[in-house]
């Protein structure tokens, strides 16, 4: 059973950086995609950036030059590095993965079979 744990959010004040990590168990397929989505009260989940197997990365234009996606297969976990915070990405961040590429746009959630819990970000101004 796969099951996906992020940790790292916290508040934090506008400019600010955090690290969101997301560890996969039970999570071994040698084509897929894993992403980072958000939504904020209120508002419609957005997909953040996303990584497949190839090392293909996509970012959303808003967080384009702040955020970085990475991840470890040794530890198998993915991670965002987010600078340069503003108060517009306060939001619950969610950690998805699937077992296949997603394609044309890796950041459709829907085409996201596996979510983990959340963790909140919260950028004060």
């Known amino acids: 059973q796969v099951q996906l744990v992020e940790s790292g959010g916290g508040s934090v004040q506008a400019g600010g950086s955090l690290r969101l990590s997301c560890a996969a168990f039970?999570?071994?397929?040698?084509?897929?995609?894993m992403g980072w989505f958000r939504q904020a009260p209120g508002k419609e989940r957005e997909g953040v950036a996303a990584i497949d197997s190839d090392g293909s990365t996509t970012y959303a234009d808003s967080v384009k030059g702040r955020f970085t996606i990475s991840q470890d297969n040794a530890k198998n976990t993915l991670y965002l590095q987010m600078n340069s915070l503003k108060p517009e990405d306060t939001a619950m961040y969610y950690c998805?993965?699937?077992?296949?590429?997603?394609?044309?746009?890796?950041?459709?959630?829907?085409?996201?079979?596996?979510w983990g819990q959340g963790t909140q970000v919260t950028v004060s101004s």
């Open positions: 998805a993965a699937t077992y296949f590429t997603v394609r044309p746009n890796p950041l459709r959630g829907g085409a996201y079979r596996y």
């Open positions: 039970g999570y071994t397929y040698s084509s897929y995609s």
